[in-house]
């Protein structure tokens, strides 16, 4: 048996969004559409609500793998080269050619794996910088996708002091700003 599709098939996802757009105003009368777009936005909410919590979560996770990893090592992981990630913190032991290098995954696994930040478009892990003294910070790009704050700018401040880059789902722009997370 063949299957045989009839009708229009959409090019672009504009032309789909048009089209449904239509077929709403056709079916339920003018203006459903205009109600439909208010509910995709209480659920856009609401999923950005999920993917905080579950930020929050992670975030959790990797303040327990950082704190077991600085008891091991008696140092807390740093950024090795330019990256930005949690996934490339670690401390390097031994000198040369082919230093050790450590990190939360390898050789103890303090996590099984790295976790993908839920607000970055590409699934990068969490950024992460340590000061070099006794602090570091975790930082999720948060619901606008952005980073917001750049953590390479840390010094050392309290989360008191870096409000203006949280994000606050109760504030009128409710996506922007990260969600941040110094330690220890």
């Known amino acids: ?31 459903a559409s205009a109600s439909n777009q208010k509910t995709q936005g209480s659920f856009s909410r609401a999923a950005d609500r999920g993917r905080a919590a579950r930020a929050q979560a992670d975030i959790r996770s990797l303040k327990t793998a950082i704190a077991m990893f600085q008891l091991d ?26 230093p050790r290098i450590i990190r939360l995954t390898t050789p103890i696994a303090y996590l099984s794996r790295i976790p993908a930040d839920p ?17 570091f910070v975790i930082v999720s790009n948060g619901p606008n996708r952005e980073p917001d704050f750049d953590e390479r700018t840390y010094k050392g401040q309290s989360i008191d002091e870096l409000s203006q880059f949280l994000y606050d789902p109760k504030k009128q722009d409710g996506d922007s700003g990260d969600i941040i997370f110094v330690g220890p």
């Open 119 to 135: 607000f970055d478009p590409e699934g990068k892990p969490y950024r992460y910088f340590f000061d070099g003294k006794n602090n």
């Open 73 to 98: 090592n008696n140092a807390y992981p740093k950024s090795l080269g330019d990256s930005r990630s949690i996934g490339d913190a670690g401390i390097k032991i031994g000198s040369g050619a082919n």
């Open 1 to 31: 048996m063949k299957s045989v599709f009839v009708g229009f098939i959409p090019e672009r996802k504009e032309d789909r969004k048009n089209q449904i757009t239509a077929k709403l105003d056709e079916l339920c009368g003018p203006g």
